[in-house]
């Protein structure tokens, strides 16, 4: 069996997330596709991050296994795959490797403007809230964040985990040119020259957290939402009801994922 850790690129935009599931379009299910085109023997595939529906990526792991002896390159898989996904680069990798397991850090953006008329295509990588937004307030509250802390009322319920603490390493609320960030990637800006990044990197993520966090920073930003009552969210004892949506899945992106 050959074993290879491929970096991924891709638009989730016009797909249900990155995991395979029968009959519906994913990412996985298109990867697996233009594999299957290229390699002459069976082949599965592996990822770091299950991401959701709508959810982009910079740099996902991917474990391909195969019995196929051929060389496997960036060129001859990118040959194979849609436009909306690119291999950035492929080596060989151990069998026991688990790109969920073995990972130390995940770091996912958020990218949100709250800028009224944004276009169609900004639209497809940038998220908006129509509110006026204070800023220092949301900054107070990313400040909680980082270190160990029960994330009980930022998740969506349903998910499989142990446990909902997590550790946060790092993360920030930055103005960010958001050409810069796309330059030389799938994705473009439009007529944005400036939007708000929120960066947050973690050992490990619940499901739609990040986006539940945006969603709740944002009620912050226009005043529903209290510092303090942000603070008796994540300090205090799980919540029947949030106040808030889960952000716009248009403005995530999956960074990178780091192992030692």
């Given at each position: 069996m050959n074993y290879y850790k491929a970096i991924i690129q891709y638009d989730g935009t016009d797909r249900i997330g990155f995991q395979w599931q029968e009959g519906m379009p994913t990412i996985q299910g298109d990867l697996n596709l233009a594999l299957e085109q290229i390699l002459q023997a069976k082949v599965t595939t592996r990822s770091a991050s299950r991401t959701d529906k709508g959810v982009h990526a910079f740099g996902q792991v991917v474990k391909i296994s195969t019995e196929d002896p051929s060389p496997l390159d960036p060129a001859r898989l990118n040959a194979?795959?849609?436009?909306?996904?690119?291999?950035?680069?492929?080596?060989?990798?151990?069998?026991?490797?688990?790109?969920?397991?073995?990972?130390?850090?995940?770091?996912?953006?958020?990218?949100?403007?709250?800028?009224?008329?944004?276009?169609?295509?900004?639209?497809?990588?940038?998220?908006?809230?129509?509110?006026?937004?204070?800023?220092?307030?949301?900054?107070?509250?990313?400040?909680?964040?980082?270190?160990?802390?029960?994330?009980r009322n930022f998740w969506s319920i349903g998910g499989i985990s142990n446990t909902t603490i997590r550790d946060i390493l790092e993360c920030d609320l930055a103005l960010i040119d958001p050409r810069e960030l796309f330059q030389d990637t799938l994705f473009t800006a439009g007529q944005i020259t400036s939007c708000w990044q929120f960066r947050i990197v973690g050992k490990g993520f619940l499901k739609h957290m990040v986006r539940h966090l945006v969603g709740a920073l944002w009620m912050v930003g226009n005043g529903?939402?209290?510092?303090?009552?942000?603070?008796?969210?994540?300090?205090?004892?799980?919540?029947?009801?949030?106040?808030?949506?889960?952000?716009?899945?248009?403005?995530?992106?999956?960074?990178?994922?780091?192992?030692?």
């Open positions: 194979a795959l849609p436009s909306h996904i690119r291999c950035l680069a492929i080596s060989p990798c151990a069998g026991d490797f688990i790109p969920s397991v073995d990972q130390t850090s995940k770091e996912y953006r958020y990218l949100f403007t709250n800028t009224p008329g944004v276009s169609g295509q900004d639209q497809r990588y940038i998220a908006q809230t129509p509110y006026p937004l204070n800023i220092d307030h949301m900054q107070t509250c990313i400040d909680m964040l980082r270190g160990r802390n029960d994330f529903r939402l209290t510092v303090e009552d942000f603070s008796g969210l994540l300090h205090g004892e799980q919540k029947e009801q949030r106040p808030w949506k889960k952000a716009d899945p248009r403005g995530l992106y999956l960074l990178k994922v780091s192992y030692e």
